[in-house]
């Protein structure tokens, strides 16, 4: 069975989001962001973390992971 460069290349971009997605699962977004709309983007890993829970449409919502460390920040300040 031959591979084609369509097949080569759907399994690159899979392999990809897999490995953005445990940098972005590993990151702990404390280094800087960027904040446009109401939407802050991790700079270090590129994780869009939202703030503003009206803000559903324009993107995902926290992880659990990204709640609880909201949570400590509130805490630290």
């Not at 446009?36 to 992971?65: I, M, Q, W, Y």
Request: hydrophobic content about 25%; glycine content about 6%.
């Amino acid at each position: 069975m031959e591979t084609t460069k369509e097949q080569v290349q759907a399994w690159v971009r899979e392999e990809q989001a897999k490995i953005d997605a445990e940098r972005q699962e590993a990151c702990d977004h404390k280094t800087s962001g960027t904040l446009n709309d109401g939407v802050l983007t991790c700079d270090t890993c590129g994780k869009v973390l939202v703030f503003d829970p009206d803000a559903d449409e324009r993107g995902p919502g926290p992880s659990e992971h990204d709640k609880r460390h909201f949570e400590t920040l509130r805490k630290d300040t």
